[in-house]
């Protein structure tokens, strides 16, 4: 399995920007689809965007499409997520995973490595 990290989580204000990075080591990075989901205490966690394996093709949930970025460099093993816009409804724990599949369907069930998450909180 390839490891993961994430970083990047903070408070921001409404309408701010952050950045989030994850990082993978242990397996070819460019071998897998990579996500981010979030979850907020007493909820489970849910899907947010996800990216191939190139970083040709990316697919967003709703509630974040035209604000997040999802993007990878993969001779850094590095994905990103780019958040502008922010707003109290996005304060989550931030989790960044990994899918061997060639286009996993946007769901925890398909993503089979995880990070240990970073904390975003969007409040004034």
């Known amino acids: 399995q390839v490891q993961l990290v994430e970083s990047g989580g903070d408070l921001v204000q409404p309408g701010g920007s952050l950045r989030l990075s994850c990082e993978a080591s242990?397996?070819?990075?460019?071998?897998?689809?990579m996500g981010w989901f979030r979850q907020v205490p007493g909820k489970e966690r849910t899907f947010v965007a996800r990216i191939s394996r190139s970083g040709g093709n990316t697919y967003y949930a709703d509630s974040v499409k035209g604000r997040f970025t999802i993007s990878r460099v993969n001779a850094e093993n590095t994905m990103y997520l780019q958040m502008d816009s922010l707003n109290a409804e996005d304060s989550a724990v931030y989790y960044c995973a990994a899918s061997p599949r060639s286009w996993p369907e946007a769901s925890v069930t398909t993503f089979s490595s995880w990070g240990q998450g970073t904390q975003v909180t969007v409040s004034s």
């Open positions: 242990g397996r070819p990075f460019n071998s897998y689809v």
